[in-house]
């Protein structure tokens, strides 16, 4: 991890990496791959269609209602971004996107997700880089991209099994 702090010239990047345990990578893909679906996973309370079509490079989404670490409980605003899907490799379970306009002053911003197997499941990557923001050291994103992913990872992981169960469940039924 590269650290620098505001005011320097070099971009802040950083890689957080979560655990999705018990559950294929193949299961986790479809969830990540649906651009527009990010709020139904990631603790964003809206993720909007902007334009085009979900999971195709050129398309663009609204995501707002989160907290970041600057924010103060006076905050009246609501936070926002919106995010350009860059390019998709569903064969290697990756996107690229960056953020296209905001109002939490993220500048050049760039990020990669990948989703790998592992022994236990699966995991996400998600590296990212961007200009310093202004107000924030590079540790409070570092803290905002680490605890978003592993809250997603999460609710992925629970959401798949509950799914799985809810079908164990009704074939013993049937």
């Not at 798949?160 to 039924?173: I, P, R, V």
Request: negative net charge; hydrophobic residues 35%.
């Amino acid at each position: 991890m590269e650290s620098t702090e505001e005011g320097s010239h070099e971009k802040w990047k950083g890689k957080a990496i979560a655990e999705v345990k018990g559950v294929k990578a193949e299961k986790v893909w479809p969830l990540l791959e649906d651009f527009f679906g990010l709020s139904k996973w990631y603790p964003t309370p809206m993720c909007i269609p902007v334009e085009g079509i979900s999971g195709i490079p050129g398309c663009v989404r609204f995501c707002g209602g989160f907290k970041t670490p600057v924010d103060d409980d006076a905050k009246k605003s609501m936070n926002w971004t919106k995010q350009k899907l860059l390019s998709i490799d569903p064969a290697r379970w990756t996107f690229t996107y960056c953020i296209v306009d905001s109002n939490v002053g993220f500048h050049s911003y760039l990020a990669t997700w990948t989703v790998r197997p592992t022994a236990e499941g699966c995991e996400v990557e998600w590296l990212y880089e961007v200009e310093p923001v202004q107000g924030w050291k590079l540790e409070y994103l570092e803290s905002f991209v680490d605890k978003g992913l592993h809250a997603m990872a999460k609710n992925m992981e629970q959401g798949l099994k509950n799914m799985e169960e809810a079908l164990k469940s009704h074939k013993g039924q049937t």
